[in-house]
């Protein structure tokens, strides 16, 4: 009898899973797609600067800057032109660069902070042996 609860459990479980998940494909016909001109059109009456319109998942794909000149990404319906998706990218295109700047702080900081126990400040290299 428990195995057969556990069971039934599993089953909903991941029956319910797939329906949790949000569909943010598109699909429409191609004949009902409206053209790139429009949704260059409904970006800039939203204030949006566009770097790049692309296709993706049967969507429209639009990567830019907001009115504010936050970057972002979007998915469009290509029918309705409706947002379908839109993600606030938080790091600029430099992916490292913060991590980068973040490094270079810190070791500032570590270099201003060494001990002076002779460990550090002898200014020779080390000698080791690989056998």
Not at 38 to 67: F, H, L, N, P, S
Not at 98 to 116: N, S
């Amino acid at each position: 009898m428990m195995k057969q609860m556990a069971a039934a459990i599993l089953v909903l479980a991941f029956a319910g899973s797939g329906t949790a998940r949000a569909d943010d494909d598109c699909h429409v016909p191609m004949e009902q797609w409206q053209p790139r001109e429009a949704v260059q059109t409904m970006a800039d009456g939203r204030g949006w600067t566009v770097a790049r319109i692309k296709i993706d998942d049967g969507c429209y794909e639009i990567r830019g800057t907001d009115k504010d000149g936050r970057p972002f990404k979007s998915k469009i319906d290509p029918a309705t032109l409706e947002i379908v998706k839109l993600r606030y990218r938080v790091r600029d295109d430099d992916r490292h660069g913060a991590r980068r700047q973040r490094t270079q702080d810190t070791g500032a900081e570590t270099a201003r902070e060494t001990p002076t126990n002779g460990i550090f400040g002898t200014n020779t290299r080390p000698k080791a042996v690989v056998k």
